[in-house]
């Protein structure tokens, strides 16, 4: 199985762009999200169409990941040049804006990629690859999307207040769980009590 769910996540240090536009060479990727959880965000390129929609969609939310201790990294195979640049062009002009609020990943040598198995091969760019790490360091959520679909910010966050209801709680979260749902206990009786009294909601 070459799934990374519920493996560690894959450390690297490399270049990148940090919130609030400074550029640092050694930033590794494990001291910086140590003690939080992690949205690790891979998409393909700067200057590009869907993905500053993606960016800015991130951004916009940003108090909803810092309000939850979680740290956003993104990941493109641009250099952190390139992302800098990147944000130095106004969003009406098809840029993501100075105002950063998240670090920007560079992964010129595409060996982050390779490592976490979302570079396609033919193109030599990134996917759309999405993964929800916890505090420990663990994958609990992988996504990847092809290139022409961008993704829904808003789902990430609604999953990692899954992941934070079941360690809380010890409930599994049913189909199309949201904040402020009960969840199941996982149990014979849980799930039969659940679904006598909910199926139709499914």
Known sequence: MNSLVLKKA??????????????????NFFENINGKFCLLFFYPMDFTFVCPTELIS?????????????????????????????SNVPIEL????????????????????????VLDDKSGVSLRGTFI??????IKISHVNDFSIGRNI?????L?????FNKKYGDVCQAGWKSG???????IDGISKYLKENYKKL
Request: charged share 25%; no cysteine.
């Open 58 to 86: 991130i951004s916009n939310r940003i108090s909803e990941f810092k309000n939850r201790n979680i740290e956003v990294v993104t990941v493109s195979v641009d250099s952190h040049y390139v992302h800098k640049a990147w």
């Open 160 to 164: 990692f207040d899954a992941i934070f």
């Open 10 to 27: 894959i450390d690297f240090t490399t270049s990148a762009l940090l919130p609030g536009g400074n550029i640092v060479n050694d930033y």
């Open 94 to 117: 098809g840029g993501i804006g100075k105002n950063i609020n998240f670090t920007m990943v560079s992964d010129i040598k595409k060996d982050i990629s390779i490592s976490y198995n």
């Open 181 to 187: 749902d009960i969840g199941i206990n996982p149990s």
């Open 154 to 158: 808003d789902e990430y966050i609604r």
């Open 133 to 138: 790490i916890d505090d420990d360091k663990l």
